[in-house]
């Protein structure tokens, strides 16, 4: 349930007392939860106000494939091989390897079974029960995920055994892509690189360590644009994640607090332009 010792001390306070030692703790500031400014700043705003009742549906990682499927069309969904509220009987699990099998109710959760010896039922037992005993984001107060109803799901391994694709993560904020966050190997020697809308190559860092190299643009990285637009058309701000596995583009899931507003970007002073492409809704805005 806590991701740090820090966690602890959160589930102890008033839910904007906790936003407010958050913040501090791991930005050094109190945030301004009333005029919010910085993207992080908003990303806590939005956890205290912001109740939009497909939140929830869009966090489920099961529900959300429903509506990507309506707005972009179903070859974009990942199939699911299997899903329910605890694991089947063992002589069901005949999943064919590899396959993923995941939480629908949290971020992260993910255990990756490439080979025959990865299925250790006892331990993957005893971590889908945590996870189906557990809410996500108590501590950090993301509310759209204290509605989601805890299930598992099994999809399809995608690429390679021996790699992981790239994740790309695109910022859209009012209907509009403006950047795109690109994630490499991000289970050994995870690196991060930041595009704009036209692969242009940002001076970002972020979540993980940033490189002098370069990447290519995917080959359909202007579909995955247009699908993220889609996608992200009626909020202010949605992050789109997708893959791009043999050319084809894959919708992985809809992000609404980027970790938990906790990391900081460098420099500064993206935090404040990000937040400046953020419209505030002056219902939320007044709360």
């Excluded at 993207?39 to 912001?50: A, M, S, T």
């Excluded at 064919?96 to 993910?110: D, E, R, T």
């Excluded at 002098?212 to 644009?225: L, R, Y």
Aim: proline content about 8%; hydrophobic content about 40%; overall charge neutral.
């Amino acid at each position: 349930m806590f991701r740090t010792a820090i966690d602890r001390v959160l589930t102890s306070l008033p839910t904007r007392a906790a936003l407010n030692f958050e913040f501090f703790w791991y930005h050094g500031r109190l945030p301004n939860l009333a005029n919010p400014v910085t993207f992080n700043e908003k990303v806590q705003h939005r956890k205290l106000f912001d109740r939009d009742p497909r939140l929830p549906e869009l966090t489920d990682k099961i529900l959300a494939k429903e509506h990507v499927a309506r707005v972009v069309g179903k070859e974009w969904v990942v199939p699911t091989l299997w899903h329910g509220t605890s694991l089947p009987p063992c002589h069901e699990r005949i999943w064919p390897i590899p396959y993923v099998l995941k939480a629908s109710h949290g971020c992260g959760w993910n255990l990756f079974v490439r080979e025959s010896k990865d299925q250790k039922w006892s331990e993957i037992e005893r971590t889908t029960d945590f996870w189906l005993g557990t809410t996500f984001g108590i501590p950090t107060n993301e509310w759209a995920y204290s509605s989601v109803q805890p299930r598992l799901l099994v999809e399809p391994y995608l690429d390679d055994i021996a790699t992981t694709p790239n994740d790309y993560k695109f910022f859209v904020f009012d209907g509009k892509v403006h950047y795109v966050q690109v994630d490499t190997n991000r289970l050994k020697n995870h690196k991060q690189y930041f595009y704009d809308r036209h692969w242009s190559r940002q001076a970002i860092e972020y979540a993980a360590p940033a490189t002098h190299d370069d990447i290519p643009a995917p080959s359909s990285f202007e579909q995955m644009v247009w699908a993220a637009e889609q996608l992200g058309a009626t909020f202010p701000f949605v992050r789109v994640d997708m893959y791009e596995v043999a050319g084809i583009p894959q919708f992985g899931e809809l992000t609404f607090y980027p970790n938990a507003a906790r990391i900081r970007f460098k420099p500064k002073r993206i935090d404040t332009e990000l937040g400046q492409l953020w419209p505030i809704s002056q219902s939320l805005a007044s709360s």
